[in-house]
């Protein structure tokens, strides 16, 4: 835990705000809030920052987002600057070629990609003087009153706060314990996934290479040079969701290990020796490609942001540009606002519709890398080989498609 600077504006004017989760948009809610004068309080789960993990991107108005909070000369540091995008068929021959920008839709020489670790790591960084960090620890109950939310923690301790915020991703505790079952919020989007790191025995280096048949990809990923691990990804069609590998209280690495080898089998390329390596890796990942879309963001003193409210799921690579972006304007709406409920209102109403567009991406191409026929492998082929001799590209106008509003005024 530590302790706030203090401010010339009195703690018994100030809303004091409990934000639940600690990983892109909740740090970037907490900046805002404490620039607006709120208390605030974080908590999660987890026992420390998270550090390292797979790329992520920061594109569009997020950018802007990052910008603003004085952090993105570091990421600009931190981009990774892939070089190229190799896809293969199902013998590893060679399809295309191309620059990253031309697959994603992204801006060259703007729009970032990251390690996941560096962005949270400068987010944190830039509210751990000024707010109240509590890890190892996340919410249990909530009970919302006219004056509040009273709040008991998994560690039995309680507080009571204003405004309650769930930052806590797509499988949102905090969700949850206000809602119930996440399945009525989730839209499966018929993948499943596995990611982990791996050693680098191609000698792959800032580069992709992406094998593909009908409804699975195994992908290996070179964010550093020859001597670094890959980051491994494999991705597949699965037309019902997977409950007994997925759901939390039936979750059993085991079972997602022999899921994803039993679909792999008899894969060429160098998928034995990534399934292997799967086998051995202590960094697995599994999960499944959806959404959360919910009815509404809000409901009384409590708000979700980021994947919480609106994952828009890893096949848009758009949701750290949501989180940065929906914390941002989550923020603006708090502080321009006498209350809560214009302020939600707001925040939804200003918000809504850039989500809903980067939310539309799947249905738009955004799976497009991931074909389930054969026909639509030969289709996908094709355009990637007129992208590669036309490598000249249109960002994607979703990314964008938000002005960001200029700041609340400060106190």
């Known amino acids: 835990m530590t302790s706030r600077s203090g401010t010339s504006r009195s703690r018994a004017f100030r809303r004091n705000v409990l934000i639940a989760g600690a990983s892109l948009a909740g740090p970037t809610l907490a900046y805002w809030l404490h620039r607006y004068g709120f208390d605030v309080t974080v908590v999660e789960k987890a026992h420390a920052p998270r550090g390292g993990g797979y790329p992520i991107d920061v594109r569009g108005t997020a950018i802007e987002v990052v910008r603003r909070m004085g952090i993105l000369p570091r990421l600009q540091a931190a981009h990774i600057d892939t070089g190229r995008f190799t896809f293969l068929d199902a013998d590893g021959a060679e399809v295309a070629v191309l620059r990253p920008s031309a697959v994603a839709g992204s801006v060259e020489g703007q ?71 996440e399945e009525q919020f989730h839209r499966y989007l018929g993948y499943a996934f596995a990611v982990f790191t791996m050693p680098n025995t191609l000698g792959l280096s800032r580069e992709l290479m992406m094998w593909n048949t009908p409804g699975r990809a195994a992908a290996l990923y070179a964010t550093g040079g020859a001597g670094d691990d890959l980051h491994a990804f494999l991705n597949f069609h699965q037309p019902e969701r997977p409950l007994h590998v997925v759901r939390e209280d039936l979750r059993d690495p085991g079972a997602q290990r022999d899921l994803v080898a039993d679909t792999f089998a008899g894969a060429g390329w160098e998928v034995p020796g990534i399934i292997k390596a799967m086998h051995q890796a202590d960094d697995l990942f599994f999960d499944t490609a959806g959404q959360i879309r919910m009815p509404s963001w809000s409901s ?108 609340a005024p400060t106190a």
Do not use: C, I, W
């Open 111 to 181: 729009d970032l990609e990251v390690a996941r670790g560096d962005l949270t790591a400068a987010l944190y960084e830039t509210v751990r003087d000024d707010v109240e960090l509590v890890f190892d620890d996340s919410v249990d109950t909530l009970d919302q009153h006219g004056h509040g939310v009273d709040v008991t923690f998994r560690s039995g301790r309680q507080r009571t706060f204003d405004v309650v915020v769930g930052a806590d991703g797509m499988h949102s505790g905090t969700r949850k314990v206000l809602f119930g079952p």
């Open 300 to 407: 009384g003193r409590v708000a979700f942001v980021g994947d919480a409210a609106y994952a828009p799921s890893f096949l848009t690579g758009q949701g750290s540009s949501l989180a940065l972006v929906g914390a941002y304007m989550l923020a603006r709406s708090l502080a321009t606002h006498g209350g809560h409920v214009e302020a939600f209102a707001a925040y939804e109403r200003d918000t809504r519709a850039f989500v809903t567009m980067n939310q539309a991406l799947v249905d738009k191409g955004g799976a497009r890398l991931f074909p389930t026929t054969a026909g639509a492998l030969e289709r996908r082929n094709a355009m990637l080989r007129e992208l590669a001799v036309m490598p000249a590209t249109t960002p994607q106008p979703a990314h964008s498609a938000l002005v960001l509003p200029d700041p």
